[in-house]
């Protein structure tokens, strides 16, 4: 139990990867569920500052919760509430039952980017270690796995090497597919502030299909075509070679692969680029000259890049801009992926993908798995040599009936996943769907058999990693409803009920956070000098944070000339193994479903500012509802009037997956022969659209993430003419 503190509560903001620090207030009369919130002051990434969504999130916590675990034996049956004994006899039942019949293949978990580090490690310790499964994945898969399969493949190890530091230093800042006023306000808020204090000083490139309140900001907007961007990336490293901006110093010290990067670059002359991309030669040779003539170049990117199904390529793209330039490992310089939830980024940490082990240690890799294993305390070989199932696997694997489990965590797939007809008609083919979930009534609670209540955010203490790798702890400061639990404790209570009584026997969130910390001695992201402790006493730090690191040490920027740890390796060297960063000549390969005589416009999807994913939470304050009442469906005034659409009546939207119906805005801020959705409006909405039901999911090879930003749609009034005569 938390008594509410007289004081104001410290956290993390549970939003977005910008990781903003909150202050909250607790209600100030009695039977009043309302927190006040506003900025911490004292946070050192985002000094006080904080948007909509931070600022009501206190407005939230209390409505439409789950507070007793729920269990239907059928789908077609209504929920009843059972005890939490109930709840595991049910899970013990199933799991025994499916390793008997499929082994441990049958089992999968698919978790969140809400959950904290602790969340991650005990569920992966459960299911990895304990179980023999690696199908632990989580929603990260379709924000951001292809900026980690990214700076893995590039840098040799996951892990964003900028600071939000570098936005007040670098000279030229590349937003490339991210709407960062919208999704990461905080952060464009700072570098609007440094735009407008001294125009001059900071250059903006944006670059995105859409004209929106980031691409207002810019100096330049590149609205390129939707699945061009490899194809601009490209073009920009061509005008580099031809201008002599390479920084043959760097490259020839610090990368390999340069010859074969330089030879396909040669091929993509500014006229060629220019055709694909649908920008003009001079837009081009702008962005390629204020590149070459920066001395700071920061890239942001989110999941417009990541989105794609050649996400991990044009991750490559950008940091081999870097590389050749030399922008990377100093001030105002490198590429930033900016992450979509609030701890995907411990969720990274703590090898909350099916192809990772904590500490960014991968389950291909015998030794990393010896290591957990002990660590864990469990035999050699119990940790699976096969990665598992990333989400859409999962997916396929429950059409194929091969999975007798499926347990999703503080995530709402069926909203967020694409294609969702055929994710429904998967999961009704599984014998035992699980949810653990703060809210009651879902969209993924109507496919569940068995829900349980889940602690959410303030009402469980635990630690979340920002964009930036600074680690902030989100201490309780609110009780639970009901009977919810948190998430490490349902995975760890399971988890000795399974006989695994030493492993899983934490007296608190600390205890796991310090096991947890202890496992990254020695990697790149080490946090071994990190404590629930220490972080309470001295506020967020930034890791790498070894042993003996005082507080304020961390490190801010990764790959520098100058490194003070050994888990971060100095002089410019990268973590491949000889210390070369790689760069990479993959082929742009264009839109996985391009648009066609039947289906002839490409619906991109994204987000609005109020409105956080599946509006649990955000639909439930009035001011957001007031801002964002309805999706809209963005169309260009020239596809409207092709397509006989009229702004303000309705439009139905197809693809080769389904129909959803949108109210239309002409406008000319949208390229023509793309249309815009918003994500939000999942099937229990009053406004219902959900907009990824149309989408495809055919995915990145390397990262397995979705192609969720382009699929080739129609458009026709609704109701169609002749129906409504
Ligand atoms: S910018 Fe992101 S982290 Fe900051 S307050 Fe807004 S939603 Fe929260």
Known sequence: ?????????LAQCPYCGVGCGLELKPPAAAGDPHWTTRGDRLHPSSLGQVCVKGATVGETLHHNRLTTPLWRERRDQPFQPISWEAAFEQLLTQIRRTLADQGPAGLAIYGSGQFLTEDYYVANKLLKGALGSNNFDANSRLCMSSAVAGYARSLGSDGPPCCYDDLDAADLVVLIGTNTAECHPVLFQRLLKRKRKDRQALRLVVVDPRATATSDAADLHLALRPGTDLVLLHGVGHLLLQAAAIN????????????ELAALWQVWTPQRVSDLCGISEADLHQLAQWWAGSAGVLSLWSMGVNQSSEGTATVAGIINLHLVTGQIGRKGAGPFSLTGQPNAMGGREAGGLAQLLPGYRVVANAEHRAEVERHWGFAPGSIAAEPGLA?????????RGDLGLWWVAATNPLVSMPSLDRVRAAVANCPLVVLSEAYADTETAEVAHLVLPAAQWSEKSGVMTNSERRVTLCAAFRDPPGEARADWAIFAELGRRLGFVDQFSYGSAAEVYAEFTALTAGRVCEVSGLSHDLLAQHGPQQWPFPAGTQPGGGQARLYGEVCAFPAAPAGHRFPTGNGRARLWADLPLGLAEPP????????????YLGHWHTMTRTAHVARIVKQHPEPLLEVHPTDGERHGLVDGAMAQVSSRRGSVTARVQLTDRIRPGTVFLPMHWGATQAKAC???????????????????????????PWPRPEAST
Not at 596 to 607: F, I, K, S, W
């Open 690 to 716: 959900e907009a990824n039901r149309l989408m495809h999911e055919l995915g990145c090879p390397h990262s397995k993430q979705p192609e969720l930003k382009a699929a080739a749609v129609w458009v026709a």
């Open 248 to 259: 043959q110093g760097f490259v020839a010290a610090h990368t390999q692969g340069f010859a």
């Open 596 to 607: 066609c005589d039947a289906y002839p416009l490409v619906l991109t999807v994204g987000r």
């Open 1 to 9: 139990m938390v008594s509410a503190p007289a004081a104001a509560a």
């Open 391 to 399: 989400v859409w696997q999962q997916i396929e694997a429950m059409e």
